[in-house]
């Protein structure tokens, strides 16, 4: 059952990243890419992370990528245009990106083999634990992360309003 | 039925992932499906650290992603600010047309 | 310090403190403002040293040293310190310093009543006092050294004062340039001594010396020989005196107060300060008394044929100076410092009466077109008599005691000594020809131009004439032995307990070769004034009229080879090939770089997305190579993961 769910949301998760490099208009890159955060999600509860499942869903899945959305709707941009673009990109990015999976999947595999297996009657990091971490030892961070996300919303209106200081 | 799947599979799937989050970053041309890149790169690197948090029964693994997220939902607040604002001065979101910091 | 109420750092301070009001403020204050501000500071400086004077002459115990003045270079055991020190030699210095100086500041309201810059002049002359009197006071050689150049500074200044004229200008940057050449000297022997001392300050340097194992000759040579070079720069001494002539570009007062009565003998007085050093060394003390003799004889041959007043002054100046390295070479320093005392009340005499004669005449130097000024300007006429026969050395004019001494001291010094008291002799003799030739020239006969309207000067001006004329009548009477007396624990007492008849034979012969003197210019100038200047002599005269031409050797000797040096070597191969040659290779360096920099700098987002991967996938493989390729630590670091 776990192999099987697996597999199924990885494909998902495979091919929507796919999908996102393949569409050529972001309105359905954007779309690709919930498919691929909703796949996570799922691949996150199999890990009995029920708690980052849900959060991925409301925060990744709904609140970013509608942002997203809106944004690409707001601009109005079309489909990509056919651009020359960098010789570098090409000559020297995608060898990289070959290098960065090879030494990856070399390193994962080699050490893979250690490592433990994965199933569904691992049991569940029930979100009670997790709050027990976040709100005692690190209640600090966490306080200041809504700081920084005060900081991020003041810099956004900052940087969208236009610049004749109209709001 | 109570199958089990190894864990380095799940860190295959997140290497594949942030490659291919990797690629889309040098070959997509809009501003906006480069900044969508950035985001499943992220949650590959997300993937990665709740397989190691199960692996380890680690809580922090999973509240590092927690992290993570609020960081990306900053960073998206502001990248598309920033996103925004590009596109009102030079009226496209293409890349290769936004490259004035070369003489 | 052993006295709190002596103020020490107050006589500089003053002056100093007059100099920024005036040199800040006097362009807008009004002249009789700037005059009293002029006047008062350094009367104040004047007042604080008699003070001094008094208490010591109440039997205040010298030397007074400040210990706890504020420290200035402080590194390792090296301790610099902004101390002054009050000794006999600095009291006599300061007593002529700031008295001379106050005469002729009050002597310049006159003098300069109708020039342009009046406050810029009365700023520099206080800026003058505040480095003079620093030099003197100070402690240490480093301290010394700034008052040096401050004087330096000064006397650039005052020199160049009359700025829209250019030959005032020229002589200005050549009195400084020559200085510099001796600062060098100086500076060299400032580093020698803190080298070899560890230390700067006088006293301890003393110290250091009295013990019995002390330097070696050769350093101690060295170290004087540079102090020398120094000396012979500020105090226009033979081969740096070339600049002192020209100084004569400056306003009178200026001439008779740096350069003749106080920064002049700076030279002196260093000699007489360091005095330990050259004792330890024959072959620095025989260069100094060789190059004090030939300056003195040397420079007295050039005065007795020049035409303009002053030119004859400066050079008699130099040659006084002569008669002072004279003195310090044959260790006789006390003498040094007593003529240097005595030569400053007359020689500024000398200068403010010339002043007196050149304002009177509306600004005319040349000898040729006076004559006959004794009925027109009396006051001036009889000071200038008595400083006439104060230089040349009359009994009982101040300059008798103090040449008289001075002879003595070389007559005693073996058989070097007899011929330096022999080229001294004649120097005397000459020294009583030109200043009497002077004196007739100016005074008597009859007036040699045809319009002149010759005026006595104002009172403010004869004033000071008088003081310095009673001083320079009454100046020697102290006598040599007991000012010596005075000096001893400073300067050390010259070893010349001569036989009583020698000495007065001594002094019968100098003033028998002033009389001598007198003689020939009067029977040449005496009677017919001008007409009589001989044709005779003509290529002796021609040579002395060219002063040697030493100035023209010096521009073909070294000015012309540094001028060629600097157009063509440093010109070509300095400015061309170095600092255009690296700056080119500079930019092309950093031009070619740029070039193949800027590749990368393409402005486009997926190059810099491109680089960023491959660095990250260089970076990868620089750190798990080893793991991967299971060469080295692959086992410990996953099993340091898997734990």
């Known amino acids: 059952m776990h192999l099987v769910l ?21 309105i359905n890159s954007a779309l690709s890419l919930i498919v691929v955060m909703s796949s996570l999600a799922v691949l996150y509860l199999l890990l009995g992370a029920e708690f980052l499942a849900m959060a991925q869903i409301i925060v990744y899945a709904g609140a970013i990528m509608v942002l997203f959305t809106f944004v690409v709707m707001l601009l109005n941009e079309g489909r990509e245009e056919k651009t020359w673009g960098s010789r570098t990109a090409k000559t020297l990015g995608f060898p990289a990106a070959a290098v960065l999976l090879a030494i990856f999947a070399a390193t994962i595999l080699r050490a893979g083999r250690h490592y433990g297996t994965i199933s569904l009657s691992d049991g569940v990091t029930t979100t009670q634990e997790l709050s027990k971490v976040l709100f005692r030892d690190l209640l600090l961070p966490f306080e200041l992360t809504s700081v920084l996300i005060l900081i991020a919303i003041l810099g956004a209106v900052a940087l969208a309003r236009k610049d004749n200081g109209e709001a | 039925m109570n199958t089990t799947v190894p864990a380095e599979w799940y860190l295959i799937l997140s290497a594949a992932l942030f490659t291919l989050g990797v690629v889309g970053f040098l070959i997509k041309r809009s501003l906006i499906s480069i900044f969508m890149s950035i985001e499943l790169m992220l949650n590959a690197v997300n993937l990665s650290f709740v397989t190691f948090a199960h692996e380890w029964h680690a809580v922090k693994g999973q509240i590092f992603v927690f992290f993570v997220m609020m960081v990306a939902a900053a960073e998206a607040a502001v990248g598309l600010a920033i996103i925004i604002s590009i596109f009102r001065a030079r009226g496209t979101l293409t890349v290769d047309q936004i490259d004035l910091m070369k003489l | 310090m052993n006295d709190p109420m002596l103020f020490l750092p107050l006589i500089p301070l003053l002056p100093f403190l007059g100099f920024l009001l005036n040199g800040l403020l006097g362009s807008r204050l009004p002249k009789a403002l700037v005059s009293a501000i002029a006047l008062v500071f350094p009367l104040a400086s004047f007042a604080l040293v008699a003070r001094a004077a008094w208490m010591v002459h109440a039997g205040l115990a010298l030397p007074v040293v400040e210990h706890d003045a504020p420290a200035w270079i402080v590194s390792g055991a090296m301790h610099i310190g902004f101390g002054l020190a009050l000794d006999q030699l600095t009291l006599v210095m300061l007593l002529v310093i700031t008295g001379v100086g106050f005469l002729i500041h009050l002597y310049s309201v006159g003098y300069m009543e109708h020039e342009t810059g009046y406050w810029r002049y009365f700023a520099y ?38 700025i829209d004229r250019k030959s005032a200008g020229d002589a200005g940057k050549k009195a400084f340039v020559v200085n510099r050449v001796g600062d060098f000297g100086f500076l060299i022997a400032i580093f ?80 007489a300060r360091a005095h330990a050093l050259f004792d330890l060394s024959p072959t620095a003390l025989m260069v100094v008394a060789v190059i004090g003799a030939a300056t003195a004889f040397f420079a007295a041959t050039v005065a007795m044929v020049q035409t303009d007043i002053k030119r004859v002054l400066a050079y008699s100046t130099i040659s006084q100076l002569g008669y002072m390295f004279l003195a310090c070479g044959v260790g006789a320093y006390s003498a040094a410092v007593f003529h240097l005392m005595t030569h400053a009340f007359f020689k500024a005499l000398l200068f403010l009466a010339a002043g007196s004669v ?129 000096l001893a624990p400073v300067t050390g007492t010259p070893a010349n307990a001569g036989d009583a008849h020698v000495e007065l034979m001594l002094s019968v012969l100098a003033v028998l070769v002033a009389a001598a003197g007198w003689f020939v210019a009067h029977s040449i100038y005496g009677r017919s004034g001008s007409q009589s200047m001989t044709e005779s002599l003509a290529s002796p005269r021609r040579v002395l009229e060219n002063k040697y031409w030493v100035d023209e050797l010096y521009v073909a000797c070294v000015v012309r080879p540094i001028e060629w040096i600097a157009r063509y070597v440093l010109g070509w191969i300095g ?42 996938a260089v970076l990868l493989i620089f750190v798990l190579a080893g793991t991967l390729l299971g060469v080295g630590g692959f086992a410990q670091t996953i099993s340091w993961a898997v734990r």
């Open chain 3, 358 to 486: 050149i304002h009177g005449l509306s600004g005319e130097q040349d000898m040729r077109r006076m004559g006959g000024l004794r009925k027109e300007m009396p006051v001036t006429f009889w000071t200038m008599t008595a400083a006439v026969l104060a230089i040349s050395g009359f009994f009982p004019f101040a300059g008798f005691f103090s040449k008289d001494a001075i002879l003595a001291a070389a007559f005693h010094q073996g058989a070097v000594g007899k011929a330096l008291w022999t080229v001294g002799l004649i120097t005397a003799l000459m020294t009583s020809f030109y200043m009497f030739r002077l004196w007739y020239l100016t005074f008597m006969g009859k007036s040699r131009t045809e319009s002149r309207h010759a005026h006595e000067s104002p009172w403010i001006m004869l004033t000071p004439l008088m003081i310095l004329a009673a001083l320079s009548v009454s100046g020697g009477w102290v006598g040599m032995d007991r000012f010596g007396a005075f």
């Open chain 1, 6 to 26: 697996f597999l199924i949301f990885a494909i998902f998760a495979l091919a929507g990243a796919v999908n996102l490099l393949l569409q050529k208009h972001p």
């Open chain 3, 575 to 616: 400015e061309l090939v170095l600092v255009r040659g690296s700056a080119w290779l500079m930019a092309g360096i950093a031009g070619l770089c740029g070039e193949w920099l800027r590749r990368w700098q393409s402005g486009n987002l997926r190059s810099y997305a491109a680089w960023l991967a491959a660095a990250a």
């Open chain 3, 125 to 162: 002359l206080n800026l003058f006092l505040f480095f003079m009197t620093t030099l003197v006071l100070a402690a240490n050689f480093l301290l010394m050294f700034v008052g040096w150049e401050g004087v330096g500074l000064a006397s650039y200044l005052l020199i160049g004062f009359y």
């Open chain 3, 192 to 271: 020698l001594l803190l080298g070899n001392f560890g230390t700067l300050n006088f006293s301890e340097i003393a110290a250091h010396l009295a013990a019995p194992a002390g330097l070696s000759g050769g350093t101690i040579t060295l170290i004087c020989l540079c102090l020398l070079l120094g000396a012979t720069g500020k105090s226009a001494q033979i081969p740096l005196y070339i600049w002192l002539p020209d100084a004569m570009e400056g306003p009178t007062p200026v001439s008779a107060l740096i350069h003749a009565a106080t920064m002049v003998t700076a030279g002196v007085y260093m000699i």
